[in-house]
């Protein structure tokens, strides 16, 4: 099997000084950057939208992973596909036309993907598998870094494990809250095939970023 991806949370990051901040990663061996909007609505926090993450394009070459937390969400498409977003993840509570979405996604020329709260079951993916590019299990209710890893999570992912591989099709599976060095070790054993961690990749500064993403990749325990 091929290495997990890795793919930060710049909600972890200096937003004083994010472009330097995306450049720090990329260059620490992140696959792609993950970037969470907020809309202070669907989710209880606020954080960014399309002209920042145009503003931040230019720093890597990377595949921005954004992973919007926003209702409602068709408006916006355009806009992110505009700001470079490549893979574009919605939660299916944000809107009644999920199909509708993932369309309008991809006629954007991007991937889209699907968010599964820790309350949303798996089987919410079943219709709509032939339309999709990602399905993001959140490990955490969306809002905030920092929390803890719902473990009952973790056989989501072996069930969509599953399924993925039924389909034939080559769909990322991308777990996002809580992941640290040993709960990896958890998600990567359940069958994910991409990382996203804030606080596990910034912590302890620059100079860590490198071994941070090299211990989430590797599955080791501290
Ligand atoms: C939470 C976000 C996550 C968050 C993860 O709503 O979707 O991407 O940044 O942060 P950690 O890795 O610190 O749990
Ligand atoms: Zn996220």
């Known amino acids: 099997m091929s290495e997990v991806l890795i793919s930060p ?15 720090r990663i990329d260059t620490a061996g992140a696959d792609m950057i993950h970037i969470d909007v907020m809309d202070g609505h669907f989710v209880p926090n606020l954080t960014f939208g399309p002209p920042i993450i145009e503003k931040l394009r230019p720093h890597s070459k990377k595949p921005f992973d954004v992973h919007l937390m926003i209702t409602p969400v068709d408006p916006y498409i355009d806009a992110y596909a505009k ?15 999920v199909h509708r979405t993932l369309q309008a996604i ?20 079943d219709p709509v598998l032939d339309d999709i590019d990602l399905i993001l299990v959140m490990s955490v209710n969306p809002g905030f870094g920092g929390q803890s890893f719902i473990d009952s999570q973790l056989r989501k992912i072996e069930v969509l494990r599953k399924k993925i591989d039924t389909s034939g099709r080559d769909i990322v599976l991308e777990v996002d809250g809580g992941v640290n060095r040993e709960t990896a070790a958890k998600v990567i054993s359940a069958g994910v095939t991409a990382i996203v961690a804030g606080s596990a990749v910034f912590r302890g500064g620059p100079d860590q970023y490198a071994a ?3 211990a989430l990749r590797s599955g080791a325990s501290e």
């Open 106 to 125: 991809q006629a954007a020329g991007m991937k889209p993907g699907l968010a599964l709260n820790p309350g949303t079951p798996a089987e919410v993916i």
């Open 212 to 214: 941070n993403i090299a």
């Open 83 to 97: 700001a470079g977003a490549n893979i574009l993840t919605f939660h299916p509570e944000a809107g009644p036309h």
């Open 9 to 23: 949370s710049i909600l972890s990051a200096d937003f004083a000084e994010l472009g330097v901040e995306i450049q």
